[in-house]
Protein backbone atom coordinates (compact mmCIF):
# COMPACT_ATOMS: atom_id res chain seq x y z
CA UNK A 1 0.00 0.00 0.00
CA UNK A 2 1.15 3.57 -0.75
CA UNK A 3 1.32 6.71 0.98
CA UNK A 4 -1.55 8.21 -0.87
CA UNK A 5 -3.84 4.82 -1.05
CA UNK A 6 -3.31 5.18 3.03
CA UNK A 7 -4.71 8.77 2.89
CA UNK A 8 -7.22 7.76 0.58
CA UNK A 9 -8.56 5.16 3.13
CA UNK A 10 -8.04 7.55 5.74
CA UNK A 11 -10.14 10.16 3.98
CA UNK A 12 -12.94 7.90 3.42
CA UNK A 13 -12.77 6.97 6.94
CA UNK A 14 -13.55 10.73 7.73
CA UNK A 15 -16.23 11.06 5.14
CA UNK A 16 -18.28 7.96 6.99
CA UNK A 17 -17.78 9.79 10.35
CA UNK A 18 -18.88 13.17 9.05
CA UNK A 19 -21.77 11.35 7.53
CA UNK A 20 -22.54 9.30 11.16
CA UNK A 21 -22.34 12.81 13.38
CA UNK A 22 -24.54 14.41 10.87
CA UNK A 23 -27.12 12.18 11.33
CA UNK A 24 -26.69 11.46 15.08
CA UNK A 25 -27.16 15.58 15.46
CA UNK A 26 -30.52 14.96 13.55
CA UNK A 27 -31.98 12.26 14.57
CA UNK A 28 -30.53 12.39 18.43
CA UNK A 29 -31.47 16.42 19.83
CA UNK A 30 -30.16 15.76 22.96
CA UNK A 31 -26.63 15.47 21.68
CA UNK A 32 -26.29 17.87 18.91
CA UNK A 33 -23.78 19.73 20.83
CA UNK A 34 -21.80 16.88 20.89
CA UNK A 35 -22.33 15.20 17.26
CA UNK A 36 -21.49 19.19 16.31
CA UNK A 37 -18.19 19.01 18.11
CA UNK A 38 -17.44 15.73 16.53
CA UNK A 39 -18.60 16.37 13.52
CA UNK A 40 -16.17 19.62 13.47
CA UNK A 41 -13.40 17.36 14.50
CA UNK A 42 -13.92 15.14 11.67
CA UNK A 43 -13.64 18.16 9.40
CA UNK A 44 -10.16 19.34 10.52
CA UNK A 45 -9.03 15.88 10.10
CA UNK A 46 -10.12 15.39 6.87
CA UNK A 47 -8.62 19.29 5.54
CA UNK A 48 -5.22 17.93 7.44
CA UNK A 49 -5.53 14.53 5.17
CA UNK A 50 -6.62 16.87 1.85
CA UNK A 51 -3.22 18.85 2.63
CA UNK A 52 -1.36 16.29 2.97
CA UNK A 53 -2.26 14.28 -0.19
CA UNK A 54 -1.89 18.16 -2.34
CA UNK A 55 1.45 18.02 -0.34
CA UNK A 56 2.59 14.48 -1.64
CA UNK A 57 1.25 14.81 -5.32
CA UNK A 58 2.88 18.26 -6.31
CA UNK A 59 5.96 16.93 -7.05
Do not use: Q
Request: charged letters at 35%; proline letters at 0%; hydrophobic letters at 35%.
Amino acid sequence: MTTIEALEIALRTEETSIELYKDMSNKHKEITELATFLLNEEYKHRKLIEDKIVEITKY
